[in-house]
């Protein structure tokens, strides 16, 4: 079902709170479009700490693994990346479908460890609201179907247990399946 207890706003200020936390940086330089290592100098790790963070907050589990990972598993080794360590044709036409936006940086042979730049604020709570959208329509402990939201975090008004999403992964790989079953990239 859709949810509608917590919306985009919601997702992006959690965030917002999480990077100044991590980064130290001004809340004002966040947007959308920022992207987290070439616009606020984050490094791999502080990922972890943001997705740490948000997990906290909202009570889900983000994804551990890229896109671009899932595929290499799911398809083969050398269906996204190919010997040299360069992004395929059909990992680049991927990547756009995910993005849902004009990305111009994002072209066939482009080196892998420059994907991690294109990720940005609007990128990451975009896959906090997928990972919610997953809300059931009934909480998993009592069947009562009667959230309700306390801060991020969303509780059965019935039991008073948390909900409990999909995990960021297993909507990654779903996705994937979706889009090949459709378009047959790989
Ligand atoms: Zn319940």
Redesign the pocket.
């Known amino acids: 079902m859709s949810q509608n207890l917590i919306t985009e706003s919601m997702v992006f200020d959690e965030l917002k709170k999480a990077i100044v936390e991590t980064l130290n940086v001004d809340a004002n330089d966040i947007k959308p479009e920022t992207s987290l290592i070439n616009d606020l100098g984050a490094e791999s790790l502080d990922f972890l700490d943001i997705n740490y963070r948000m997990e906290q907050s909202f009570g889900i589990k983000m994804a551990r693994h890229f896109v671009l990972e899932h595929v290499e598993e799911m398809f083969g080794e050398g269906s996204a990346i190919d010997e040299d360590g360069a992004l395929t044709d059909k990992a680049v036409e991927l990547l756009k479908l995910r993005f849902e936006e004009d990305v111009p940086e994002l072209q066939a042979g482009m080196d892998m460890d420059e994907v991690p730049a294109l990720v940005t604020a609007g990128s990451i709570a975009a896959g906090v609201m997928d990972i919610l959208e997953s809300l059931p329509e009934k909480?998993?402990?009592?069947?009562?179907s009667?959230w309700k939201a306390e801060g991020a975090a969303v509780k059965?008004?019935?039991?008073?247990?948390a909900a409990v999403y999909a995990n960021g992964d297993d909507l990654i790989k779903a996705w994937l399946e979706k889009v090949q079953t459709e378009k047959n990239l790989f």
């Open positions: 909480c998993t402990h009592c069947g009562a009667d059965c008004g019935a039991c008073g247990e």
